[in-house]
């Protein structure tokens, strides 16, 4: 059975830095390219970086370019999102994702909160 863990989230002030992780078993994680959503309070979830199963390719919403990095270790079946220079709109709660041909699974999501 899929699981996805977030874990890593936080309160930090603007300007702060965070590195989510995601834990994946339960499928060839190798073999899966992987994404990370978010969704704010009385927003919708959002698309937010994705990264090819070698990660060789990555792509970002243009809103968090130049700040987030996305990366992957596929020796560990883990996921990562860098997050620097934060502002208060990159509060939400953080979805790690695989999209399989039997369908998307989702982890539980971690919060980050940027306030000051």
């Known amino acids: 059975q899929v699981q996805l863990v977030e874990s890593g989230g936080g309160l930090v002030q603007p300007g702060g830095s965070l590195r989510l992780s995601c834990a994946a078993s339960g499928f060839s994680f190798s073999m899966y390219t992987m994404r990370w959503y978010r969704q704010a309070p009385g927003k919708e979830r959002e698309w937010v970086a994705v990264i090819t199963r070698d990660g060789g390719v990555t792509n970002y919403v243009d809103s968090v370019k130049g700040r987030f990095t996305i990366s992957r270790d596929n020796g560990k079946n883990t996921v990562y999102l860098q997050m620097n220079t934060l502002k208060p709109e990159d509060t939400a709660v953080y979805y790690c994702?695989?999209?399989?041909?039997?369908?998307?699974?989702w982890g539980q999501g971690t919060q980050v909160t940027v306030s000051s």
């Open positions: 994702n695989v999209q399989r041909p039997l369908g998307d699974s």
